[in-house]
């Protein structure tokens, strides 16, 4: 026997290792933030919410552990993957990409946008499936119809991507425009909506 198989872990030994620290942080309140991956059709996501809910959604191409780094700094360091805590938004999300949901459901928390920028956003969800509305729209929509880039910024900075559907938002001439998740991600969101 080796020293290296002195130190084996299984994988079944390490998720309940895992599931221990978990519960440990969540009975004793030490869990702020909890986050999972889940894979979609277009591509990874991860997921965090906290007690009041949802926080983020981000794609992989913002890359994971940065998203962690900023999370842990804007809200609290202590973070820990918790899958069973997003159970309900990854299933939300399941029912999505199959075409058996319009409407997310799950709380939402804010906190990552503010003013103007959180404005646009609580508005978005009233954009309804399969439609679309074009950022002059939108600016015109929650009452300064001058702030068109305003609006672009606030999409552009939306936290929850997907679950507050700033991909329905376009350009006055019906182009695309930008999206975090990339371009071929809000196509493939707004094919999936009209197919549906």
């Known amino acids: 026997m080796t020293d290296i198989d002195l130190f084996a872990v299984d994988s079944a030994d390490l998720a309940r290792l895992r599931a221990r620290l978990v519960n440990a942080a969540d009975s004793l309140q030490l869990l702020d933030l909890a986050y999972r991956i889940v894979d979609t059709p277009i591509g990874p996501l991860l997921l965090a ?51 058996r949901r319009r409407v997310f459901d799950v709380p939402l928390d804010l906190r990552l946008s503010s003013g103007f920028r959180q404005t ?9 499936y399969g439609q679309t509305a074009s950022y002059k729209e939108v600016a015109a929509s ?9 609006v672009g910024t606030a999409c552009a900075t939306n936290p929850l991507p997907i679950v507050v559907p700033c991909h329905r938002v376009l350009r006055a001439d019906g182009s ?15 094919e999936l909506e009209r197919a549906a």
């Open 142 to 150: 929650v009452g300064n119809p001058n702030a068109v880039r305003a």
């Open 49 to 99: 919410a906290t007690d009041a809910g949802l926080v983020r959604v981000a794609f992989q191409r913002e890359d994971f552990d940065a998203v962690l780094e900023d999370l842990a700094t804007t809200i609290s360091p202590r973070i820990l993957c918790a899958p069973t805590r997003l159970d309900e938004i990854a299933t939300e999300l399941d029912e999505y990409f199959a075409s």
């Open 120 to 128: 646009v956003q609580r508005f978005l969800p009233h954009i309804k």
């Open 176 to 190: 695309l425009g930008g999206y975090l998740g990339g371009t071929a991600a809000k196509a493939a969101l707004l």
